[in-house]
Structure formats: C-alpha cells, structure tokens
C-alpha cells in the first residue's frame, strides 16, 4: 500500500467577499480535478491525495513542478504537501512546503496556532496558559484540555498527526459549466466587460481541464442595470465559436476581447454569465523536447485566423472546401474561417493527371483555324489528350440554383505554347454549354506554374 500524500493548495484573491474567495477555490479545485478525483475543500484551502496519481503524471517532483508552474495563474498562492491533509494545511499556511522528507511530529510542533483553526479559536486562552506552538498544546493534559477547549482541539491534533482518521466530502464536477458574477460596479463600455469575464474565464478552463476537455462553442451573456431606459431590453448575449476545441484560456480571452471590441452596450452592465454550449474531448498533445522553441511562440495559424475573422467579420476571411464534383471550376467552395472544419465537407473525386495549379475564371476562349486551337496567333501542340469530362446534368439551372449546376461536356488535352509553355485546354462537345453555339469551341482553362 503506497504512502499517503496530501498536497494543500492555498488560493489569493484580492477580494474580501465570500462569494469571491469561494469562487477563487472552487476554480482552483476544478482544475485540480485533472489530476486526481480525490480532491476536496477545506476551509480556505483546497486538498489533494495524490498517492495512486504520482506514476500517471511523471512521479513526485514532476507534479510538484507542474502544479507550481500552471498554479499561479489560477490563483494558486502556497502548496504544501504532507502524510495527512490537517498537517499539509497547517503547513502551507505556516509558509513550508516539504512534510514529507522528515519526520512530521517535530515539524507539527514547531507550528503557530493559527495553522489549525480548532487551535485557533482557542488561541487568547491558550496564550495565556503559556502555549505559542502546536507542540505545546499538544503537551497540555488530555482531559484536563478536552473539558477545557472540548473534543475539537484534540481531534485536529490526531488528525493532523495521522492517529485518527478523517473524512472528507469530496469536490464534483458539474456536468455542465455555467458561471455567473455579479459587477461591483455598472459598466458602460463592451471592451471593459473583458477584465470583469476573466474570472469566468479561468472557471471554464479549470472546469475544460477537470474534463480533459475543449470548448468549441461558448456564450457571454449579461443583464442591464435596473435603472435602465423602458426601451433597452434586460439584457444581451455574445455567442462565439473556436474553429477547434480548446481550453487554452489566452486564446480565449483574446477572442471575446475581439468580439467586445465591435460591441455597443444599450445600457450599463450590473451582472454577467458565461456558458459552454458545446465541448468535445480533448486529444492531447505531446511536448517537444525544447519547449521553447521557435515554432511554440508563435501564435499557431487556427488562432490567429479566429482572431482575424472576428475583428474584420466572418465574411473577409474565408478558407477553401473540397466537393465532390468532377468539374475543376466545382471542387471547391470558400467558407467563412469557421464554418469550414465544422460543414459536412464532401471528399474531392479524383481527376485524371495532369492537373494545373491555377484556372481561368472564366475560362478564355481561343481562335482556331481548321479546328486547331490558336494562341497570340500561334497554333497550339497537343500533348495528351482527351480526357472526357460530363458533369452537372443531375441538377439543371433552376429558380433556387440558376448558374450552380451547368451541364458540362468536354474534352480536355494537355498542350504546348511557343510563348507561354504548357496549358490546359478544352474542347467543347455538342450538347454542353455551347450546344447552342454555331460550333463547339477550344477554351483555356488552366495554367501550369
């Protein structure tokens, strides 16, 4: 049977209010969830047993280094590690970390009062009958001191010296996120409302993390003040969307400060809520040997064109989307940055080779004389060729579609230019788009570069 180990997890928050201290705390839980389902909330702190997690995440000192790397931006402020949770408690608040590597009774003894609560409330009269350490408390007659301070002073001293047990509820996690602060004071202004979203931020990623999640879907929602016009609704909502999961908070943020950046409020804020709508799983990746290398600063392409979409609108930033279709004008359609990972995308059909990296839109059309296609006056060498190509007849122009579907029927060959070098032509067959044409046609249609 492994060794216990406790680890204590003290938060700061700047805040007095219980409901912030509270909230500061249940975060800090939540995202300790990813790393053992043991955990739980005690007092101001919150409490991990970590014996049957240490070989998961690497050992002892690995976890100990990622909890005080990743801690602090959650507020973590002290941690303290110990065989019994009351002994990591009263060491963090007494500013150690190490319980572990000596003995636990004379580092217990040398602590303050106030680094055990049951002590603590005791302290004026305990100070008085001499005692400025835990040790002498612990030192005082037994029944003496339980008919003088009761069973609760001495309970925590066996607790904390591991000769009693304790039972701890432990912390669950909601099986949906929805997080809601209200505002010290009224805001006016749509980009402020990011400062005051920043601790529902860290809520979300904290809770994303104990799901070993990513959002793709979330929503800012907030309530005007009550004083507010007749005309001006209760409230308002921001809906956005990450082209792939994530829970990287700074990316987040960075998105809603965009999205608030071209907000107008219609009146001042008093309360905000944040939500996610959809989560998926999150894969996760694997470090690079350097994690500070090159390629891991920069901000990675999918960030930056969320970014981007969401300061000049979905519409100026587009991606390309394959279709299943055989005409080369068809295989693809370009969709807002966003909708395209998210859009049922059809699988391209394969076309014969050789293909050319750019087409004409539209294609141009060629003399000829005597049936051969002619280019700056020049005739023009067929390579390869034909390659029959008949599509679109499934869906003739229509109301709905007038121009999307055009029944092609053509012959395409590879051939030489003296001045512009290879080229991707074709020749119309009777009965396609030039059926009412006096004679099939040779257009250009692709270019090699």
Do not use: K
Not at 95 to 107: A, F, Q, S
Not at 187 to 215: C, N, S, T, Y
Not at 250 to 274: C, D, F, K, N, Y
């Amino acid at each position: 049977m492994s060794r216990p180990h406790w680890l204590a997890l003290l938060h700061s928050t700047g805040a007095h209010e219980p409901a912030a201290c509270l909230q500061a705390q249940q975060t800090l839980a939540w995202w300790s969830l990813q790393f053992t389902p043991r955990v739980a909330l005690l007092e101001d702190a919150v409490l991990l047993e970590l014996a049957a997690s240490l070989r998961l995440f690497g050992g002892l000192r690995a976890l100990h280094r990622r909890l005080r790397d990743e801690g602090p931006v959650l507020g973590l402020a002290q941690l303290a590690w110990a065989p019994t949770p009351l002994a990591a408690l009263a060491l963090a608040r007494a500013g150690h970390v190490d319980g572990l590597r000596t003995p636990l009774t004379p580092l217990l003894d040398d602590l303050p009062l106030h680094t055990l609560s049951a002590v603590q409330a005791h302290a004026p009269m305990l100070q008085r009958l001499g005692c400025r350490t835990l040790g002498q408390v612990r030192a005082l007659p037994r029944g003496p001191a339980a008919r003088r301070f009761g069973d609760a002073l001495l309970l925590a001293l066996d607790q904390a010296h591991a000769l009693a047990p304790m039972a701890l509820p432990w912390v669950s996690l909601p099986d949906r996120f929805a997080a809601r602060r209200e505002l010290a004071w009224r805001i006016e202004h749509a980009p402020a409302l990011l400062q005051q979203a920043e601790p529902l931020l860290l809520q979300l990623g904290a809770w994303l993390a104990a799901r070993h999640a990513g959002v793709l879907r979330f929503s800012l929602s907030w309530q005007h003040d009550a004083m507010r016009a007749r005309e001006v609704g209760p409230g308002g909502q921001l809906n956005l969307g990450t082209a792939e999961p994530t829970r990287e908070l700074r990316h987040l943020s960075r998105l809603l400060g965009e999205h608030l950046a071209r907000l107008t409020l219609a009146a001042p804020v008093a309360e905000i809520s944040l939500s996610a709508d959809e989560v998926q799983p999150l894969a996760e990746r694997s470090l690079t040997l350097l994690p500070d290398a090159a390629e891991q600063a920069r901000e990675p392409l999918p960030q930056l064109l969320e970014r981007l979409s969401a300061r000049l609108g979905a519409e100026q930033v587009r991606c390309a989307q394959l279709q299943a279709d055989h005409r080369p004008e068809r295989m693809q359609r370009w969709l807002p940055w966003g909708q395209v990972l998210r859009a049922a995308g059809a699988a391209a059909l394969a076309f014969p080779d050789p293909q050319p990296g750019w087409l004409l839109d539209p294609p141009l059309r060629l003399a000829a004389r005597h049936d051969r296609p002619l280019l700056h006056q020049a005739a023009l060498q067929l390579l390869a060729g034909p390659q029959r190509l008949e599509g679109g007849w499934w869906g003739q122009p229509g109301p709905a579609a007038p121009q999307a579907q055009d029944h092609v029927q053509r012959d395409y060959y590879l051939a030489h230019s003296p001045q512009a070098g290879p080229l991707w032509i074709y020749h119309e067959r009777l009965g396609g788009a030039a059926a009412n044409a006096a004679a099939p046609a040779w257009f250009l249609h692709g270019v090699f570069a």
